[in-house]
């Protein structure tokens, strides 16, 4: 759009041989910047997505400026209307800024000026644009942080059902599988378990959550360049406006601070690596070697050269991906470390790692959500997994201690049983009733002397146990505490 056939007619703001600049300054500059500096300092490119965020901004302080008597409230008036139009226009496309603006703050106070004229150079009064960036992009990353917990309250629902059909019925028996540690197995679990594990990570992800709000939900603005401002504003107007729970207490502190990104990375490269720690079991299952889950075409895909194949590319790129957020959290915390007080143009390097790991899981999550609510499970090869692998030894040490066994000598005694099976190629299933008796005496037969996976799961009732009652307990507690969960609503404005 040219600026001129938007001009209102009664208030030319410039001699109509004068183009108005998109700058903000340049009153004590004699020369242009160079091209090469100008394209390094832009930021417009990808700060453009603030504009709902500073128009809106812009607008309570404008309110809080007539209110205060600073502006007057005709001025005002003409402001706020300027910025509705503005944030309308964009919205259906009828208006647009300008690309070469130095950042969303210029574009949005130069389209401000060709729409209202002069009058919009008032909207700055008692303003900075270092005051005016930190407030932004606080108010953007509160919506995001909502939307993000949402995507995680959806995953958890998604465990809860899986879970909950893992658990069986009165005439299904739970799913069991080996438990692993170093990768080997170790001891029976049930499914349902190990899903509802991911829940209770995902959990303490969205507290997380609501703590970096807590502390990201305070205003900056107000604070001026970083000395707050000789106008008797009230700032605290400004955060009702806004939504804000109350205002930064010191104006260096509220621009120079960008621990709320970092507390959002953080939160996010933790987020990232349950979903990529979920991811990489998920491939491991998949394998042709494990063949615990078969995953849907909807998440996979083929290979150009190889017809066979189908690889599970959505659980490769959670794995994946983690890098780049935590390449964000890492980037941005190097960014920070050197600099000293107040406001310095490093830190407009704090908005594309935000936006990336934003971005990254508002993809990723849904995706791999979509992934666990498809997957099929094998069960049948999960039992089959479970026969002659000797998870339940501990089980068999744990009798003889029953028996009265200092359980260190009951774990050598199993210990030689399982190199006795090895050596003959059996499991301890496969042991008749002489044999284990020639381990000890206390072996007497029994089908607790079986070692059977169900007897194993059964025996584990300990609370937050793998037992079927001790799971069904969980989920229970699971589901409460989910529900009472709410959604993150950090603002009702
Ligand atoms: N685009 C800048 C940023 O994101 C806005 C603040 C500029 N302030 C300044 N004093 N140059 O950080």
Request: aromatic content about 6%; some cysteine; glycine content about 8%.
């Amino acid at each position: 759009m040219t600026e001129d056939n938007n001009m209102p007619k009664n208030d030319a703001p410039f001699a109509s041989s004068e183009k108005p600049s998109l700058k903000l300054w340049g009153g004590r500059f004699e020369g242009e910047i160079d091209k090469l500096s100008a394209q390094l300092n832009n930021s417009y490119s990808f700060d453009c997505r603030l504009w709902r965020q500073d128009i809106r901004g812009s607008i309570a302080h404008a309110t809080m400026l007539g209110e205060c008597g600073i502006l007057p409230e005709e001025d005002v008036r003409v402001i706020i209307d300027g910025l509705q139009r503005i944030e309308e226009g964009i919205g259906n496309g009828t208006l647009s800024f300008d690309p070469e603006a130095e950042d969303i703050h210029s574009a949005v106070e130069s389209l401000l000026r060709t729409l209202i004229g002069t009058t919009a150079g008032k909207l700055h009064t008692a303003r900075s644009r270092n005051d005016q960036v930190a407030t932004d992009t606080r108010l953007y990353l509160r919506e995001h942080i909502e939307d993000i917990d949402g995507l995680l309250a959806s995953f958890q629902s998604t465990l809860l059902d899986r879970a909950e059909r893992a658990l069986g019925s009165e005439n299904e028996s739970p799913v069991i599988l080996s438990g692993y540690t170093h990768l080997q197995h170790a001891q029976p679990v049930l499914l349902s378990h190990h899903l509802l594990a991911y829940f209770w990570m995902f959990f303490r992800d969205r507290d997380r959550l609501r703590d970096a709000t807590r502390r990201l939900n305070l205003l900056p603005l107000g604070a001026g360049a970083l000395a707050g401002v000789n106008y008797p504003v009230d700032r605290r107007r400004v955060a009702e406006l806004l939504g804000f729970d109350g205002v930064i207490p010191n104006s260096m502190d509220a621009v120079s601070d960008r621990d709320f990104i970092l507390d959002f990375l953080s939160s996010a490269s933790i987020i990232i690596m349950h979903c990529s720690r979920m991811a990489e079991e998920l491939i491991i299952w998949n394998s042709p070697e494990f063949r615990y889950v078969e995953l849907d075409d909807s998440v996979t895909t083929g290979s150009s050269i190889m017809p066979q194949k189908k690889n599970p590319d959505v659980a490769e790129l959670a794995r994946g991906k983690a890098g780049r957020i935590f390449g964000d959290l890492v980037g941005f915390l190097t960014v920070m470390k050197g600099l000293p007080l107040a406001y310095n143009k490093d830190m407009q390097e704090d908005k594309e790692p935000l936006f990336d790991a934003i971005d990254t899981l508002t993809i990723l999550i849904p995706a791999l959500n979509k992934t666990i609510h498809s997957a099929v499970f094998n069960t049948e090869r999960m039992k089959e997994a479970l026969s002659r692998d000797f998870s339940t030894a501990t089980d068999l040490a744990d009798l003889l201690v029953r028996r009265g066994v200092p359980f260190r000598e009951a774990h050598h005694v199993i210990g030689r049983m399982v190199r006795y099976c090895l050596d003959g190629k059996i499991g301890l299933e496969d042991l008749t009733l002489e044999e284990r008796k020639s381990f000890s005496p206390l072996f007497q037969g029994g089908s607790e002397e079986t070692a059977s996976p169900e007897g194993s799961v059964r025996l584990r009732a300990s609370e937050g146990g793998t037992s079927p009652e001790a799971v069904r307990k969980q989920l229970d507690l699971a589901r409460d505490l989910f529900a009472g969960m709410l959604p993150l609503r950090i603002s009702n404005t």
